[in-house]
C-alpha cells in the first residue's frame, strides 16, 4: 500500500475513535443523569439512548444492555476519583499532612459529581449483581501503590503503614462513605461529616505513630 494512503486511511481512524469516545461519554452522562433524577425505577437503555441523543441501535454498539452501562459508569466515576485522591495524597492540593487527608476524604465524599442519588443506584445495582469484587479491583491497586502515601508525609507526626494498616484505613472510609450513600444520610456532604471523617483516619494514624515511637524507645 502506498505510503500516502495509509496516511490518509490513519487520519480518518482518529475522528471516528474521537467519536466512539464522545458517544460513550454521552451514554454515561445521560445515564447519570436519569439516575440522578430517578434511580433505578425510570433507567432503560431506551431512556438512556434518548437522553444521550443516539439511536438505540448507536447504543447496543457498545453496551450489551443497562446493567453493562451501570458498571461502565461505576468504573468511570471510580477512576475520576482515584485520580483525584492520588493528586490529595501527592500534596498538590495541599502539602500539609491534614491537608492531604482532608483532600483526599473531600474527593471521596464528592465522588459522581457529587450526585448522590445516582451513586446509591449505582452502588445498590453492583451490590445486588455481584459485582462489587469487580469493581473494587482498580480500588485493590490503588490502595496497594498509592494508600500507604498517608503514612509516609514527611512529617515526624506520621510513622509508615503496612500493608494490613493501609487496608484497615482505606476500608474504613469505604465502609462509612457506603453506608452513608446507601442510607442516604442528609449530613453526606456536610462540613461536620468530612470532619469526622479526617479525624477517623489522622486518629488511626496517630496511634500507629505513638505506638511505632513507644516500640522504637523500648527497642533503644
Same mark, same amino acid.
Given at each position: ?12 481512524? $482518529? ?6 469516545? /464522545?458517544? %460513550? ?12 433524577? @430517578? ?8 431512556? #438512556?439512548?434518548? *437522553? ?21 459508569? !461505576?468504573?468511570?466515576? #471510580? ?7 492520588? =493528586?490529595?495524597?501527592?500534596? &498538590? $492540593?495541599?502539602?500539609?499532612? &491534614? ?17 448522590? *442519588?445516582? =451513586?446509591? !443506584?449505582?452502588?445498590?445495582? %453492583?451490590?445486588? =449483581? @455481584? ?8 480500588? #485493590? ?5 498509592? @494508600?500507604? *502515601? %498517608?503514612?509516609? $508525609? ?16 482505606? *476500608?474504613?472510609? $469505604?465502609?462509612?462513605? =457506603? ?14 461529616? /468530612?470532619? &469526622?471523617?479526617?479525624?477517623? %483516619? ?8 505513638? &505506638? ?9
Amino acid at each position: 500500500m502506498p505510503a500516502s494512503r495509509q496516511a490518509t486511511e490513519n487520519k480518518r481512524r $482518529i475522528p471516528r475513535q474521537a467519536r466512539a469516545a /464522545e458517544t %460513550v461519554a454521552a451514554i454515561l452522562e445521560a445515564a447519570a443523569q436519569i439516575l440522578e433524577a @430517578g434511580g433505578l425505577a425510570g433507567f432503560t437503555t431506551n431512556a #438512556v439512548a434518548e *437522553r444521550a441523543g443516539v439511536s438505540i441501535g448507536t447504543l447496543y454498539q457498545y453496551f450489551a444492555d443497562k446493567d453493562a452501562i451501570v458498571l461502565a459508569l !461505576a468504573q468511570q466515576q #471510580v477512576g475520576l476519583a482515584l485520580a483525584e485522591i492520588a =493528586r490529595a495524597l501527592s500534596g &498538590e $492540593i495541599d502539602p500539609t499532612p &491534614e491537608g492531604r487527608v482532608r483532600a483526599m476524604v473531600r474527593a471521596a465524599v464528592h465522588a459522581f459529581r457529587g450526585r448522590q *442519588r445516582a =451513586r446509591k !443506584a449505582v452502588m445498590e445495582a %453492583v451490590l445486588s =449483581r @455481584g459485582q462489587h469484587s469487580e469493581l473494587m479491583l482498580p480500588v #485493590v491497586a490503588f490502595v496497594a501503590e498509592h @494508600g500507604a *502515601r %498517608v503514612g509516609k $508525609i514527611r512529617q515526624p507526626i506520621f510513622a509508615r503503614l503496612t500493608p494490613l494498616q493501609t487496608f484497615v484505613m482505606s *476500608r474504613s472510609m $469505604i465502609g462509612v462513605l =457506603r453506608a452513608a450513600v446507601l442510607e442516604e444520610q442528609p449530613f453526606f456532604k456536610s462540613r461536620p461529616f /468530612e470532619d &469526622e471523617l479526617v479525624r477517623l %483516619v489522622l486518629a488511626y494514624l496517630a496511634s500507629i505513630t505513638k &505506638e511505632a515511637a513507644a516500640s522504637s524507645a523500648a527497642a533503644r
